[in-house]
Nanobody
Framework: QVQLVESGGGLVQPGDSLRLSCAAS????????MGWFRQTPGKEREFVAG????????VYADSVKGRFTISRDNAKNTVYLQMNSLTPEDTAVYSC?????????????????WGQGTQVTVSS
């Protein structure tokens, strides 16, 4: 079992930056994959970024490439999503997810554990 708790969401203006955190607890293995997803009402959940717990390989959605950075702090069992140059289109509930297997997947159903989500609103 893995428990995930997100934090760091909020209301920001276009062009601002925000850093989300996902604190993981429980049984965390080297082949764990941590992913960030986002969802807005009426839309399907969208993969944002993923990272392999050991090794640090990352994958990004095209829509955030160059603006968002996913990273992890193994000592703190925490994954971060640094979001820069935010636009209103980035407004969503952002959720952290975890899966085993060492392969970064982009579909939510392939992740076994989820946090409760944190709201990010980008508005002037």
């Amino acid at each position: 079992q893995v428990q995930l708790v997100e934090s760091g969401g909020g209301l920001v203006q276009p062009g601002d930056s925000l850093r989300l955190s996902c604190a993981a607890s429980g049984r965390i293995f080297a082949d764990n994959v941590m992913g960030w997803f986002r969802q807005t009402p009426g839309k399907e959940r969208e993969f944002v970024a993923g990272i392999i717990w050991s090794g640090g390989r990352t994958v990004y959605a095209d829509s955030v490439k160059g603006r968002f950075t996913i990273s992890r702090d193994n000592a703190k069992n925490t994954v971060y999503l640094q979001m820069n140059s935010l636009t209103p289109e980035d407004t969503a509930v952002y959720s952290c997810a975890a899966r085993r297997g060492g392969i970064i997947k982009i579909f939510g159903y392939e992740y076994s554990y989820w946090g409760q989500g944190t709201q990010v609103t980008v508005s002037s």
